[in-house]
């Protein structure tokens, strides 16, 4: 199983890292698991989250490199095809309705996020 964080909102929540989120990424990691960062930022924002996330996923997805921006369901097919996933193979974490509801009509399986317990619970039951 794959999982996408939404950055903005989510792995940055009121101006600072989800510490418990991301550990919970890095247990993902641990076991195998891929984990990705996902947002809406340009590509030289970008650089500024790179040392504080690099240890927690394996990259950090931006609109401004891939092109297209979230809720457009390019952004989610363009996601796919950077990571090589098919779409019942993604987790997706968002603050936002819409673009959960795009990831969804994209195939994914998406969760509005809400806390760290949830999500767990949510990985949990996704496994096959």
Avoid at 26 to 50: C, I, L, P, T
Wanted: one cysteine or more; a negative charge; hydrophobic letters at 45%.
């Amino acid at each position: 199983m794959i999982l996408i964080f939404d950055i903005f909102g989510v792995v940055w929540r009121d101006n600072v890292l989800n510490l418990p989120l991301l550990r919970v990424a890095s247990e993902h990691r641990a076991r195998g698991g891929q984990v990705y960062f996902a947002s809406n930022m340009n590509a030289d924002d970008k650089d500024k989250f790179v040392p504080h996330l690099s240890e927690y996923g394996d990259a950090i997805l931006c609109s401004g490199e891939l092109g297209v921006a979230k809720p457009s369901p390019e952004f989610y097919h363009e996601v796919m095809t950077w990571i090589g996933a098919k779409p019942d193979q993604i987790l997706f974490f968002d603050d936002s309705h819409t673009n959960v509801a795009a990831a969804k009509a994209c195939g994914w399986q998406a969760f509005l996020y809400h806390d760290v317990a949830d999500t767990r619970q949510f990985i949990s039951e996704s496994k096959t």
